[in-house]
Nanobody, 127 residues
Framework: VQLQASGGGLVQPGGSLRLSCAAS????????IGWFRQAPGKEREGVSV???????YYLDSVKGRFTISRDNAKKAVYLQLNSLKPEDAAVYYC??????????????????????WGQGTQVTVSS
């Protein structure tokens, strides 16, 4: 599976973006898909994950603002980002796994569980 993330851009605080993670050569039905982000000078951070069965999990700081969904027919997973804050600015990556998904105490997926990574898409939140 090759993954490609898109949909990033520049948005004002309070604005919205929808990120897409598309598979170019395979379906995503058999994979859990996670979104991660990394801001300059900071460690990579798990943001959200959707399991093969459709269960969803979110980092505490994005709950109620971000929504992850999947469309297996379109071989895509989406991350809707609403009410964006400057601290949400980062490069966002999607990743896939067939491993069991672990969730940290803060609701974030564990990056080490994911074996396939796409390139990132930049999200900038600034007025």
């Amino acid at each position: 599976v090759q993954l490609q993330a898109s949909g990033g851009g520049l948005v004002q605080p309070g604005g919205s973006l929808r990120l897409s993670c598309a598979a170019s050569d395979s379906t995503l039905d058999d994979y859990g898909i996670g979104w991660f982000r990394q801001a300059p000078g900071k460690e990579r951070e798990g943001v959200s994950v959707i399991s093969r069965g459709g269960s969803t999990y979110y980092l505490d700081s994005v709950k109620g603002r971000f929504t992850i969904s999947r469309d297996n027919a379109k071989k895509a997973v989406y991350l809707q980002l609403n009410s964006l804050k400057p601290e949400d600015a980062a490069v966002y990556y999607c990743a896939a796994t067939q491993n069991p998904i672990q969730i940290r105490s803060d609701g974030a997926p564990v990056a080490e569980d994911f074996t396939l990574w796409g390139q990132g898409t930049q999200v900038t939140v600034s007025s």
